[in-house]
């Protein structure tokens, strides 16, 4: 236990002693020699700390959350013009009072988390790729061609190794990374160990090419606009035809009916090929058009796709831990067959990921029809997850989510099933588990701000994946006495993202303020490897730990609580944990995340500002 934790005396919100009042609704309950005050709390950590923050904690925020102001809201406040004025107040005399507008959407006004200092010296990348041949661009590139010039402006670094070239045994960025002197030599040249592995492929990568005939519009998408003039003419979009199938040929038919059951060798009309397994009608049987690749994930624990935080080191923590099926982060159809970098970002694929989809958003047949046929070709994912559940307005206003309700006839996803595909579609809400595609529901999705019960949605005639609550392997195994096929997990990977392993195991883990920084310092890990070692890639990191780091501080060790387990909806209150980086780990200061993010990446930028993503846009 922290030192002075069991000394500090504990006291509720209302000032009397937790000890003999009853624990409050929503909160987590911790064992009372733990419990302390907001004010004691931030003092322990700024006596333990190595530098105290720059501003003392105020007591306006019950929460603790004392983000800075945005600069936009401190310019006004500064004018007189307070958030509780009517518009009464403010008008002139003479004039009509305007109604004040509902504020919706994201905060725009919110400070930038990205610094822009490095922006202006940056490196040629052709001199950073170490290219044989001169820059495209001449004397017009914006960049600088002079390494000394770069080195005199580039910040120190940040530790003496470098992550891929420890485990690649070379760095791609050369002189920009920000452990540069693990790999340079004595002359500046980037050094190379020979025998270490090369950098595994990340799939789904967006192609110069195709992103190039995208942004022309010189892709032709044959079968969606089939699927589109049948859906003109007033037809239901359902299976193809038995007219418009091929039929199997003969030379297939008798190799179907041949295929061994056994390990060994089978002659495919390519050439014999070794199995691994008993071969079935489904293995040598070449799908259809009109039919779908059936994917079987009972029993599997699936993590949701997560906007912002379900990025692929993430992903990549929670496969270590136990977790079956990933899905990329949501990605809209319009940025996608617009050839945006940042969205096809979205679809990259990870070799640990064995099964592996890519989440939709959209309100039109035409582009989310054409999206599926170009993700068909073009990626490597094993099925489509369509967003009909979103419950943030931005989203919810612009896609499929509002399609979604009893009453609203064709839904711009119901297309989809017309353009034959080589992988299933799970579709949240509106699926069929049993066609190969799987289903989750979001009732009661529009109130976000409620505890939503353990729920699934088997539509069809297939059971589906059961989510919501799930913070323990008992949450877990009340859904799947609800008759689910398995468990999808969203915010509980957030808080715990070892809660895959405990469900598996079926134990609670108590697990270590040492091993939950292992955790922290394998992501930074991963999203060096994942966004880079230079400045840009390091910010980057830094700012996905942060975001991750806002929902890891509501987790309450399982040795400080009173009860098992915790719950999902129970926000923990002040309490000093068993040593200083548990306490730390606990705060819900962005000051003190920044403060773990040093801990592994180095000191911050000069002017760098941290805002929550959940906690800045209007839904929270």
Same mark, same amino acid.
């Given at each position: 236990m922290a030192e002075g934790a069991a000394e500090a005396p504990a006291e509720s919100g209302s000032g009397g002693d937790p000890r003999a009042s009853e624990p409050e609704r929503g909160v987590a309950p911790i064992k009372p020699q733990y419990l302390t005050t907001k004010e004691q709390f931030h003092e322990f950590l700024e006596a333990k700390g190595q530098e105290k923050p720059s501003q003392e904690t105020k007591a306006g925020d019950p929460g603790g959350n004392d983000l800075p102001e945005p600069e936009a809201k401190r310019i006004r406040l500064e004018d007189g013009q307070t958030e509780d004025r009517q518009p009464e107040e403010t008008a002139?005399?003479?004039?009509?009072?305007?109604?004040?507008?509902?504020?919706?959407?994201?905060? /725009?006004?919110?400070?930038?988390? /990205?610094p822009t200092h490095y922006d202006k010296n940056r490196l040629c990348p052709s001199l950073i790729q170490e290219s044989a041949t001169k820059c495209f661009f001449g004397d017009r590139c914006r960049f600088l061609h002079d390494v000394d010039r770069y080195l005199e402006t580039k910040p120190a670094d940040l530790g003496p190794c470098c992550v891929l070239f420890e485990t690649f045994g070379r760095c791609p960025y050369g002189v920009t990374c920000r452990f540069a002197r693990a790999h340079l030599g004595p002359e500046g040249q980037n050094l190379v160990q020979e025998g &270490?592995?090369?950098?595994?492929?990340?799939?789904?990568?967006?192609?110069?090419?195709?992103?190039?005939? &995208?942004?022309k519009r010189k892709i032709c998408f044959e079968r969606a606009e089939q699927a589109l003039r049948q859906l003109g003419k007033g037809q239901l979009p359902g299976p193809a035809s038995s007219a418009t199938v091929p039929e199997t040929t003969e030379a297939e038919g008798a190799h179907a009916q041949q295929a061994p059951q056994e390990p060994g060798i089978v002659v495919t009309p390519s050439g014999p090929l070794r199995t691994c397994g008993p071969l079935t009608d489904e293995d040598v049987v070449r799908l259809r058009p009109c039919e779908k690749k059936r994917l079987d994930i009972s029993g599997k624990l699936y993590l949701a796709p997560l906007t912002t935080c379900g990025n692929l080191p993430f992903r990549r923590i929670c496969k270590r831990f136990g977790a079956d099926v990933t899905c990329g982060e949501m990605a809209v159809c319009t940025?996608? &067959?617009?050839?945006?970098?940042?969205?096809?970002?979205?679809l990259k694929r990870h070799p640990c990921e064995d099964v592996f989809g890519v989440q939709l958003e959209g309100a039109f047949p035409d582009t989310m029809t054409k999206c599926a046929e170009l993700l068909n070709r073009t990626v490597e994912v094993d099925f489509v997850d369509i967003n009909v559940g979103c419950p943030i307005d931005l989203v919810y206003k612009k896609s499929s989510s509002r399609w979604s309700l009893p009453g609203r006839g064709l839904r711009p996803h119901e297309p989809l099933h017309q353009v034959p595909a080589d992988r299933p579609r799970h579709e949240p809400g509106a699926g069929c588990a049993a066609d190969g595609e799987d289903s989750h529901g979001r009732p009661g999705a529009r109130e976000p701000g409620s505890p939503a019960a353990s729920r699934a949605a088997g539509l069809g005639g297939g059971a589906g994946h059961g989510n919501g609550d799930i913070l323990s392997y008992e949450d877990a195994n009340r859904a799947l006495q609800t008759g689910v096929a398995g468990i999808m997990i969203a915010r509980g990977a957030l808080l715990k993202p070892w809660l895959f392993t405990e469900i598996k195991e079926q134990r609670h883990w108590d697990i270590s303020s040492s091993e939950r920084l292992d955790i922290l310092r394998d992501f930074t890990h991963y999203g060096l490897e994942h966004w880079g070692s230079d400045t840009q890639g390091v910010e980057k990191t830094r700012r996905f730990l942060l975001e991750w780091l806002s929902f890891l501080c509501r987790y309450v060790p399982v040795g400080l609580l009173e009860r098992l387990p915790q719950r999902i909806n129970e926000r923990p209150p002040y309490y000093l944990g068993r040593d200083?980086?548990?306490?730390?780990m606990a705060s819900q200061k962005a000051a003190d995340w920044i403060r773990i993010s040093e801990l592994l990446l180095g000191p911050v930028p000069p002017g760098f500002i941290f805002l929550p /993503?959940? /906690?800045?846009?209007?839904?929270?």
């Amino acid at each position: 236990m922290a030192e002075g934790a069991a000394e500090a005396p504990a006291e509720s919100g209302s000032g009397g002693d937790p000890r003999a009042s009853e624990p409050e609704r929503g909160v987590a309950p911790i064992k009372p020699q733990y419990l302390t005050t907001k004010e004691q709390f931030h003092e322990f950590l700024e006596a333990k700390g190595q530098e105290k923050p720059s501003q003392e904690t105020k007591a306006g925020d019950p929460g603790g959350n004392d983000l800075p102001e945005p600069e936009a809201k401190r310019i006004r406040l500064e004018d007189g013009q307070t958030e509780d004025r009517q518009p009464e107040e403010t008008a002139e005399p003479g004039e009509q009072p305007q109604a004040r507008k509902r504020a919706r959407g994201q905060n /725009k006004g919110r400070p930038h988390v /990205k610094p822009t200092h490095y922006d202006k010296n940056r490196l040629c990348p052709s001199l950073i790729q170490e290219s044989a041949t001169k820059c495209f661009f001449g004397d017009r590139c914006r960049f600088l061609h002079d390494v000394d010039r770069y080195l005199e402006t580039k910040p120190a670094d940040l530790g003496p190794c470098c992550v891929l070239f420890e485990t690649f045994g070379r760095c791609p960025y050369g002189v920009t990374c920000r452990f540069a002197r693990a790999h340079l030599g004595p002359e500046g040249q980037n050094l190379v160990q020979e025998g &270490l592995v090369q950098a595994p492929p990340v799939r789904n990568g967006l192609d110069k090419a195709l992103q190039q005939q &995208l942004r022309k519009r010189k892709i032709c998408f044959e079968r969606a606009e089939q699927a589109l003039r049948q859906l003109g003419k007033g037809q239901l979009p359902g299976p193809a035809s038995s007219a418009t199938v091929p039929e199997t040929t003969e030379a297939e038919g008798a190799h179907a009916q041949q295929a061994p059951q056994e390990p060994g060798i089978v002659v495919t009309p390519s050439g014999p090929l070794r199995t691994c397994g008993p071969l079935t009608d489904e293995d040598v049987v070449r799908l259809r058009p009109c039919e779908k690749k059936r994917l079987d994930i009972s029993g599997k624990l699936y993590l949701a796709p997560l906007t912002t935080c379900g990025n692929l080191p993430f992903r990549r923590i929670c496969k270590r831990f136990g977790a079956d099926v990933t899905c990329g982060e949501m990605a809209v159809c319009t940025n996608l &067959l617009q050839g945006q970098t940042s969205e096809w970002a979205l679809l990259k694929r990870h070799p640990c990921e064995d099964v592996f989809g890519v989440q939709l958003e959209g309100a039109f047949p035409d582009t989310m029809t054409k999206c599926a046929e170009l993700l068909n070709r073009t990626v490597e994912v094993d099925f489509v997850d369509i967003n009909v559940g979103c419950p943030i307005d931005l989203v919810y206003k612009k896609s499929s989510s509002r399609w979604s309700l009893p009453g609203r006839g064709l839904r711009p996803h119901e297309p989809l099933h017309q353009v034959p595909a080589d992988r299933p579609r799970h579709e949240p809400g509106a699926g069929c588990a049993a066609d190969g595609e799987d289903s989750h529901g979001r009732p009661g999705a529009r109130e976000p701000g409620s505890p939503a019960a353990s729920r699934a949605a088997g539509l069809g005639g297939g059971a589906g994946h059961g989510n919501g609550d799930i913070l323990s392997y008992e949450d877990a195994n009340r859904a799947l006495q609800t008759g689910v096929a398995g468990i999808m997990i969203a915010r509980g990977a957030l808080l715990k993202p070892w809660l895959f392993t405990e469900i598996k195991e079926q134990r609670h883990w108590d697990i270590s303020s040492s091993e939950r920084l292992d955790i922290l310092r394998d992501f930074t890990h991963y999203g060096l490897e994942h966004w880079g070692s230079d400045t840009q890639g390091v910010e980057k990191t830094r700012r996905f730990l942060l975001e991750w780091l806002s929902f890891l501080c509501r987790y309450v060790p399982v040795g400080l609580l009173e009860r098992l387990p915790q719950r999902i909806n129970e926000r923990p209150p002040y309490y000093l944990g068993r040593d200083y980086l548990e306490t730390l780990m606990a705060s819900q200061k962005a000051a003190d995340w920044i403060r773990i993010s040093e801990l592994l990446l180095g000191p911050v930028p000069p002017g760098f500002i941290f805002l929550p /993503k959940h /906690k800045a846009n209007a839904y929270k």
